[in-house]
C-alpha cells in the first residue's frame, strides 16, 4: 500500500512540473512576438530632437519660446514619455537649471523669465517618470523687445483713419464751415425749460447723478450744468443743484460760478444752493425728493449715472408738475426716465451735448469725425457679414487681433 501511494504522489509531481514547463514556453513564445521596447521595461527613454529657442515675437521682451520633436517614445508603451524637462544655462557648457516641465505630447514650452540680451541655451529631457533621457541642447538664444506688435496692423491702420476724420473736420470747422449735427430734442428743449421755470417764478434743480468725478457720466453732467446755469443767470433764474459727492459738489460750484460770471451776473451767485447731501443711494433720493416738494422746481434736469433711485427722482419731479429732461448711458434706466420725463438723451447723446451745445470747432469736430468713423465700421460690418455669408472666409483674417 506504501509503495503504491508513493508512485500517486510521484505521477501528480510529474504532471505539475510538465504543466508549469508548458505555461514557461507559451509566455516565452508570446514574449518573442511582442517589440524589443516591450521585452525591456527599464530602458532609458530616446531623447527629443530639433531643440530649438527663438524670441517671443510681438512682445515687450522677457520671453523666449522652446521647441523640440518629440521623443520616439512619445507614445503608448511601457516606456512612454510622461514630460519633457526643461533646463536653462547661460552656457553651453555650464550648470543646467530646471525652468519647468511639458506634459507629453507637446512640442513648446514658453520661458517668462529671462534678461533681455543675454544668451540663453536650453537643454531638453523625456522622463517617463523613473527614468530620463539625455539632453538635447539648442544653440544660444536671445529675448528682445519689439517696437510694433505686427498682428494689430490693423488696429494701427483703423485709428490713423479715425484720426484722419477727425483732423479733416476740426480743421474744417475752424476755417468757419458750418458742421451739420443731428438735432437733439433734449437739448433744444434745454432753453425753453430755463424759460419755463423763469416764467413761473420757479428755481430750476439739476441733478448730477449720484456717481463721482471718475465717471464720465458725471463729467458729461457737469458739462451741460454751465449751460443750463448760464441761461439761468441770464434769466435771473435760481438754480439748484444737491449732489451726492463732496468733490462733485466742488465742481459743480467752480462751475455754477463761472457761468455767472461770463453771463455778467456774478452777484446773482450763491454757493448754498449748490450742496452736498449724503453717499447714501436712497438717503440722496430722499433728500432730493424732500428738497422737489419744498422748492417745486419749475424744470428739473436729471444728467450723469443713475441706478435704482431714478424712477423715484423723476415721478416726484412729475408730481410737482416740473419740466424734466433727463440724460443718461445707463440702459437699464433709459425706459424709466422716457416713462416720466417729458425728454431724453439716450445714451452717446449725453457725450455729445457738449459740442453740441457749445459749438466749439475742436469739440464739433471730433464729434464729426468719430460719426464718420463708425458710419465706415457700419459699412465694413455688411460688407463683411456678404462676403462671409457667400464663402469668402478669409476676410476675417483682415479684421483678426492678435
Known amino acids: 500500500m506504501l509503495l503504491l501511494l508513493l508512485v500517486w504522489a510521484n505521477g501528480i509531481h510529474n504532471t505539475t512540473i510538465g504543466a508549469s514547463q508548458s505555461l514557461a514556453i507559451a509566455l516565452q513564445s508570446t514574449a518573442s512576438l511582442e517589440s ?18 527663438r524670441d517671443r515675437p510681438n512682445d515687450a521682451g522677457g520671453r523666449v519660446i522652446v521647441s523640440w ?7 503608448q508603451g511601457a516606456n512612454s514619455v510622461e514630460e519633457y524637462v ?3 544655462s547661460t552656457a553651453v557648457d555650464g550648470e543646467f537649471e530646471e525652468i519647468g516641465s511639458a506634459r507629453k505630447g507637446t512640442t513648446e514650452y514658453v520661458d517668462i523669465n529671462t534678461r533681455d540680451g543675454v544668451q540663453y541655451y536650453y537643454s531638453v529631457r523625456a522622463s517617463t517618470g523613473v527614468l530620463v533621457s539625455d539632453a538635447a541642447l539648442s544653440d544660444a538664444t536671445v529675448s528682445k523687445a519689439q517696437w510694433f506688435h505686427m498682428g494689430r496692423v490693423n488696429m494701427f491702420v483703423a485709428v490713423l483713419v479715425l484720426s484722419f476724420f477727425i483732423l479733416w473736420f476740426i480743421r474744417k470747422a475752424k476755417r468757419g464751415e458750418e458742421l451739420y449735427i443731428r438735432p437733439i430734442a433734449g ?3 434745454v432753453d425753453d425749460a430755463v424759460g419755463r421755470a423763469t416764467e413761473m417764478g420757479r428755481p430750476i434743480m439739476y441733478v448730477p447723478g449720484i456717481v463721482d468725478m471718475d465717471n464720465i457720466q458725471t463729467i458729461a453732467g457737469i458739462i451741460i450744468l454751465s449751460r443750463v446755469a448760464r441761461k439761468a443767470a441770464e434769466y435771473e433764474c435760481s438754480i439748484l443743484v444737491p449732489t451726492s459727492r463732496s468733490i462733485v459738489m466742488s465742481a459743480a460750484q467752480e462751475t455754477v460760478k463761472e457761468a455767472y460770471i461770463d453771463a455778467g451776473r456774478p452777484d446773482m451767485y450763491d454757493a448754498d444752493k449748490i450742496r452736498y447731501l449724503t453717499d447714501d443711494q436712497f438717503g440722496y433720493a430722499a433728500g432730493v425728493d424732500g428738497m422737489m416738494l419744498r422748492e417745486k422746481p419749475g424744470a428739473v434736469f436729471f444728467m450723469g449715472c443713475f441706478y ?18 433727463a440724460g443718461t448711458a ?3 434706466q433709459l425706459p424709466f426716465f422716457v416713462t416720466a420725463c417729458d425728454y431724453t438723451l439716450i445714451g452717446e447723446e449725453l457725450f455729445a451735448a457738449s459740442a453740441y451745445l457749445s459749438k466749439q470747432p475742436l469739440l464739433l469736430g471730433s464729434l464729426k469725425g468719430q460719426d464718420w468713423g463708425k458710419g465706415l465700421i457700419i459699412i465694413i460690418l455688411v460688407i463683411g457679414i456678404t462676403l462671409v455669408s457667400l464663402g469668402f472666409e478669409q476676410i476675417v483674417r483682415l479684421f483678426t487681433v492678435g
Open 69 to 75: 520633436t518629440k521623443s520616439v517614445d512619445d507614445g
Open 308 to 325: 435704482a433711485e431714478s424712477l423715484i427722482l423723476a415721478e416726484t419731479g412729475h408730481s410737482v408738475g416740473a419740466i424734466q429732461i
Open 86 to 88: 526643461i533646463s536653462r
Open 330 to 332: 445707463q440702459p437699464s
Open 187 to 189: 437739448l433744444e428743449a
Open 36 to 53: 524589443p521596447q516591450a521585452q525591456n521595461n527599464h530602458t532609458t527613454p530616446a531623447p527629443p530632437t530639433n531643440v530649438m529657442g
